[in-house]
Every structure is written in structure tokens, then in C-alpha cells.
């Protein structure tokens, strides 16, 4: 069997219906996964669901609010009820609001902390029993450049994604011995929704982004297919508590 070989196996994928969480869902499903699309938008849930379907992958969708805890445990238990396990969980919802940091309001604040940060941890905890269960499982979380970089406009949402780096961390210590692997992903500037409207709100943001970025481009949702695959797989059984920066080389181009 090859290491990357996931037949059998079962992805909840939050944020599934575009973007990153779409091209890891597309690729979790290429490699043999049954993929279970999570978002708050039934009508791009189920469009994303034919996509994979075109592919030839079971597939099905489930309406998410992952900062509300009720909500999260009912999608891993539609989850269960429609394909009796959960190997994979990829924590990719998540918001942004671009402004100065003395701009935001107290609202706005909570809002970007409770999707981006409590919505991944809500939805790790209520995957843990039934990993344990099963013998094990691979979570994977959504990063960001800002988990390691500052930007000046996006102080709430760096806030939130250096805590899933941290949070990736103490979960990877702790259920290890579950033998549930967590890593992250760190992506760089790729071209998605969210990305689109940056390029509107910050004057210059696209050619600042391809003169850094030494592969030359902003990344596709595409590009996530692989690394979704890798840290979901046996290949990476002994690969736990790290962050995977999957960004054209942006991290680390020096001077």
C-alpha cells in the first residue's frame, strides 16, 4: 500500500468549499479520502460537493458555525452518523478584517478570535474521542505568513494564527500518545477570495508579493492538494507539532 494512499479513510474539512480548504479537500479526495465539506454556506457546500463527486470521490456537506461549540460537535456526529468514522480533520475556516490596529472595534476583535482560534480548537477537541477510538488520526490547522511575520494591517488575525501555531503545538504533545498527529500549514499570499479583496484594500499588495516571493507568483488553492495528502497519510506518522510554510519561498527570501 502506498504511504500516501488514504482509501478508507474519512476528512472533515472546515472552510471546504473554496479557496485552500477546497484544494486540500480536492486532494484529500484524489489520494481515496471521503471528504465531508464544512461551511456555513450550504449553497457552496453542495457546489463543492459535486466538484468532488466529479472526481469520483464520496462526498458530502454539513453546515458549520465552528465559534459555536454545539454546531462543531453536530458536524463531527452528522459526520459519524454518515460515514461511522473521522481520520482527518482540517481546520481551515477562518476571517479576516484588514485595518489599523487601533481601528478595530470590540466586536470585530472577538470575531476573527472566536472563528480563527476557538473555531480550530472547538473542532480538535470534539474529533479527539473518536480518533482515540479508532487507533488514531491527523489534524491538520491553517496557519498563516502572519503566524511568523507582522503585518500592519491584519493585527487580530496574526493574533489568531499564532495561536493555532501554539495551539498546534501543545495538542501534537498531547495526544500523541493517542497517536493522533497536528500539524499546521503556513500559507503564503495565494490567490483566493480573501486574497482578492486584500489586493483592493492594499495599494500595491500583488506586485510587493510577486517581487518577495522567489517561485515568482502568488500560490493557487491547487498547491495545497499535496501537503493536505502528506500530513494526512502514513508518510507522516512520525511528523507531529510542526508548521509547513507553503508559500513560494516568501518566509525565508533574505535581504
Request: with cysteine.
Amino acid at each position: 500500500m502506498s504511504h500516501f494512499d488514504l482509501t478508507g479513510k474519512v476528512a472533515i474539512v472546515t472552510g471546504g468549499n473554496g479557496g485552500i480548504g477546497l484544494g486540500m479537500a480536492k486532494g484529500l479526495a484524489a489520494a481515496g479520502a471521503a471528504v465531508v465539506v464544512a461551511g456555513r454556506n450550504a449553497k457552496k457546500n453542495a457546489a463543492a460537493v459535486e466538484e468532488l463527486q466529479r472526481l469520483g470521490a464520496r462526498a458530502a456537506s454539513v453546515e458549520v458555525e465552528v465559534q459555536d461549540e454545539a454546531s462543531v460537535k453536530a458536524m463531527v456526529q452528522a459526520t459519524l452518523d454518515r460515514f461511522q468514522r473521522v481520520d482527518i480533520l482540517v481546520a481551515n475556516a477562518g476571517i479576516n478584517k484588514r485595518k489599523p490596529p487601533q481601528d478595530y472595534t470590540k466586536q470585530e476583535w472577538q470575531d476573527i478570535l472566536d472563528i480563527n482560534l476557538n473555531g480550530p480548537f472547538f473542532c480538535a477537541k470534539h474529533v479527539h474521542g473518536p480518533m482515540k477510538a479508532q487507533g488514531g488520526g491527523k489534524i491538520i490547522m491553517t496557519g498563516s505568513m502572519t503566524s511568523i511575520l507582522g503585518l500592519p494591517f491584519a493585527a487580530a488575525y496574526g493574533a489568531t494564527k499564532g495561536g493555532v501555531m501554539q495551539l498546534v503545538r501543545s495538542l501534537s504533545t498531547a495526544w500523541a500518545a493517542d497517536n493522533i498527529q497536528v500539524n499546521c500549514i503556513l500559507p503564503g499570499f495565494i490567490d483566493t477570495d480573501l486574497t482578492k479583496q486584500a489586493r483592493k484594500d492594499v495599494s500595491g499588495l500583488h506586485d510587493r508579493v510577486v517581487a518577495r516571493t522567489p517561485a515568482g507568483r502568488w500560490g493557487a488553492p491547487d498547491d495545497f492538494a499535496g501537503i493536505a495528502v502528506f500530513l494526512s497519510s502514513p508518510a507522516s506518522d512520525f511528523v507531529t507539532g510542526t508548521a509547513i510554510p507553503v508559500d513560494g519561498g516568501y518566509s525565508i527570501l533574505g535581504g
